[in-house]
Every structure is written in structure tokens, then in C-alpha cells.
């Protein structure tokens, strides 16, 4: 029903044929040829649901490219899932030196519906960009038999086995029934050095581009680096305030070395400030609050830089440290992605510059003098006798080390006496 071949490590080669109806559940043989002609059953894969046409479809994949098979993929598209769908599954089986063993599934998306996941299996060498192949998986079932295509990308050893990206007939424009029968990837059809993906529908077939697949990192750095607590540098909206700058700069670059020179990227990307609370400390320059929303054009391979202005207005919760965060995508009409694994956020934290030495610790010897002007000591009470109306108590509060900020002088009335004025000199 379907064949294939693998190559061992050694460099043993095993013919694969299913059997989908083999005792109702099917079964997959794998043979071995001597070099005498003589044909031996090396191993037999056999499925575990009754009509799950087990072996239908059989894909060897080379995923290093070093010419050995490093999987087996056996579908069983008529595999009934939840509720009794036809959800189809994907049987993985890693290579070993003599026997093939299980490695988990691959499966569509959890929804109820009829899917037959597995119909068609298709290795698309260099998926990733990254010299190593993934595997495409139709489901031509799938949405009222619109059909659906799924990409998996490769992991260590194997393929991740949640989907990379699905793709759905519906999506692409077209009255498209049961896309994703058949599928094929090993042709570049544009000529742009990527591998594309021809897939099967009923009475047509469509071609799928590969895009570049590109990597943006990104830094942040803010001049100056904290946050002065007693030193206002400017003025904005008639108060003083810490004004500073930060420089945030971009560098992209493709997973293939084939990209073509000169290529651009249109990037987008927002800037935020103290964007996790409700009030803010910091504002930027340009009038908007909290919140930047720019787009650049970014060349292949070169880093670029714009300098950001802002400022801070209030430096008394200087404890906690300002933060700044930045994120980006490419433009919607981009022919080319971002690498999902690769970050495409960030935050930076800016320090308050306390002036506290190079450990930026404030150690700090607070001597607090306290007298008032009527007779009294700690052994014998202090009274306010008939015909005196008031007392006064005079605080004196000296730090002999290191900067003491917040602070704070509490003075505790007795309830027969009134809190009148206070004179600070």
C-alpha cells in the first residue's frame, strides 16, 4: 500500500512497506536484502486501533542530512480520536543501529471533527534554514473537508511534536476542497534558494513559499546609567526633572547564509516605560506618556541605532528601579518571519543613583536631639501647669555618614494635648 527505504547507521539499508488492513489494525514491515538476494522480515510495526489504516502512508527522514535515517514516520489517518472522529494520528519511530523504537506522535489540532491527519506525509529538506529537515502532514478533512496542511519543524533527535505552523485551505483565497491529499517538498520552485511545498487538493494544486526565516536582536542602553536621586538636570512642564536617554539599536540577520545581500527588513517595534504599573514615574519627551510606536527599515546583516528621549519627575520611591521595555515584529507584508525560538522582547531595569559609595549601600548613623522649653526629665514628668497655653518641643535631626533618604520624624501627642504648628529651619 505504501513503501519506502531507510539507511541505517552502519549503512544498512531496510526496505518499509504498510499494510493498512492487516488483521483490521495494520502493520508496517521493514525488510532487509543480503547480498546473496535473500529477503528476511528485520522488524514489524503494528498499529493499536481497530480501521486506523495503520501504515497507509510511511515517510523516512534524514533530519541531519548526513544520509542516515534518523525517523520513520507510519500515519494512520482513519485513527479515531474524541467523541469517535477521525482525527488520524502520526507514529514516530526513532532509528537505532538495528531496530526502529518509538518515539511519540504527531497530532492535529484538539477540536472535534473529522481530520484524517496523516493522508499525506512529506520530508521538506533545510525546513528550518538551519540544515536540518521537518515534515508536512496533511489533513485534507479538516474544516467541512476544506483540508488543512501542518508544518513540524525538527527538534534534537526527533521533530517538536506540537505544530510549527497549519495552514488552512480556507485562509488561502481559493474554493479549495480536501487540500492537503497529497503533498511534496523537495523542489525550489521561485528559484530564491528555498525549498517549496507543492500540496494536492481536489482537481488542483498549490504551491507554497518558503519565507526567510530571520532573527532580530535587539540591546538597549541609557545614558546615564541611573537615575540621579538629588540632581535635576533639566526641566519639563515647568518642574525639574532627570532627564536621560536611552539608545536602542537592532541587528537582523537570516538563518540561511543564501540570503540575498542588500535585503531589508521593515520592522516594527514599541517602546514602553513602567508599562506593569498604574502610575508612572517617567514620561518620554515626544509627548506620548508611556507608550512609542515607531517602524524602521533594517538592513540585512548592519546594526541600527535611534536615541530615545525621556525624563523622570519623581525620584521618591527610588527603591524601585525604572523599567523600560521594548518588542518588535516584522511589518504584515514582510516575505520573510521571525524565528519563533528567538526573543522578541525585552526589558530594561535603570537603577536610582543614590550617591551611597561604590557598594551602593547606604550606611547611614542618624543622632536625633530632642528639648522643650518647660522642666521635665525622663525620671520626673514633664507638666503644663494652669495659665500656659502652649509648649514647645525642639527636634534636631543630624545624619553623620552616608545619604539617609525617606526619612521620616514621628512625634506622638499625649490625648490632652493638641498638634498646634510646625516651623521647619
Known amino acids: ?197 507543492a500540496v494536492g487538493a481536489q482537481g488542483a494544486a498549490v504551491v507554497l513559499r518558503s519565507r526567510w526565516i530571520l532573527q532580530v536582536a535587539a540591546a538597549v542602553s541609557v545614558e546615564p546609567a541611573a537615575v540621579s536621586v538629588t540632581r535635576r538636570n533639566c526641566r519639563r512642564g515647568g518642574s525639574g526633572a532627570v532627564c536621560l536617554r536611552a539608545r536602542l539599536c537592532f541587528r537582523a540577520r537570516s538563518r540561511a547564509p543564501s540570503a540575498p545581500r542588500g535585503m531589508a527588513v521593515a520592522l516594527r517595534y514599541n517602546v514602553s516605560l513602567e ?24 538592513p540585512l546583516g548592519r546594526q541600527s541605532c535611534t536615541r530615545v528621549p525621556f525624563h523622570v519627575l519623581d525620584t521618591s520611591d527610588y527603591l524601585r528601579p525604572l523599567s523600560l521595555g521594548l518588542s518588535w515584529a516584522l511589518e504584515a507584508a514582510a516575505g520573510s518571519v521571525l524565528d519563533e525560538a528567538a526573543p522578541t522582547s525585552l526589558r530594561k531595569l535603570i537603577p536610582f543613583f543614590k550617591d551611597c559609595g561604590d557598594d551602593d549601600e547606604c550606611v547611614t548613623d542618624l543622632v536625633l536631639k530632642a528639648t522643650t522649653d518647660i522642666v521635665g526629665s525622663r525620671q520626673s514628668p514633664h507638666i503644663v501647669r494652669k495659665g500656659r497655653r502652649r509648649m514647645l518641643v525642639e527636634v534636631e535631626l543630624e545624619n553623620r555618614e552616608e545619604n539617609a533618604y525617606n526619612a521620616s520624624l514621628w512625634l506622638h501627642l499625649p490625648g490632652n494635648l493638641h498638634f498646634s504648628s510646625l516651623v521647619l529651619q
Not at 275 to 298: K, V, W, Y
Request: hydrophobic share 40%; glycine share 14%; charged share 20%.
Open 1 to 197: 500500500y505504501s513503501v519506502s527505504s531507510l539507511q541505517l547507521p552502519g549503512g544498512q539499508r531496510l526496505l518499509v512497506a504498510g499494510a493498512p488492513r492487516f488483521q483490521h489494525k495494520g502493520k508496517v514491515v521493514l525488510f532487509q536484502l543480503d547480498p546473496a538476494g535473500t529477503v528476511t522480515v528485520a522488524q514489524a510495526l503494528v498499529g493499536d486501533q481497530i480501521g486506523s489504516y495503520f501504515g497507509s502512508e510511511v515517510l523516512a527522514l534524514d533530519l541531519e542530512g548526513d544520509g542516515d535515517s534518523d525517523l520513520l514516520l507510519v500515519a494512520a489517518p482513519s485513527y479515531l480520536g474524541g467523541q469517535g472522529w477521525e482525527s488520524g494520528r502520526v507514529y514516530v519511530y526513532r532509528v537505532g543501529q538495528e531496530r526502529l523504537s518509538p518515539a511519540g506522535s504527531l497530532l492535529p489540532e484538539p477540536r472535534p471533527q473529522d481530520c484524517r491527519f496523516g493522508s499525506a506525509l512529506g520530508a521538506v529538506p533545510n525546513l528550518g534554514q538551519d540544515g536540518r529537515a521537518g515534515a508536512v502532514v496533511g489533513a485534507p478533512l479538516e474544516d467541512g473537508h476544506r483540508g488543512a496542511l501542518y508544518v513540524f519543524h525538527w527538534a534534537p533527535g526527533t521533530l517538536l511534536p506540537r505544530r510549527t505552523q497549519r495552514i488552512e485551505a480556507a485562509a488561502l483565497g481559493w474554493s479549495l476542497r480536501y487540500f492537503g491529499i497529497s503533498v511534496d517538498g523537495r523542489t525550489d520552485m521561485d528559484g530564491d534558494g528555498l525549498v517549496d511545498v
Open 275 to 298: 508599562e506593569r504599573s498604574p502610575a508612572s514615574r517617567a514620561a518620554f519627551d515626544s509627548g506620548a506618556r508611556r507608550l512609542l510606536q515607531r517602524r524602521t527599515e533594517l
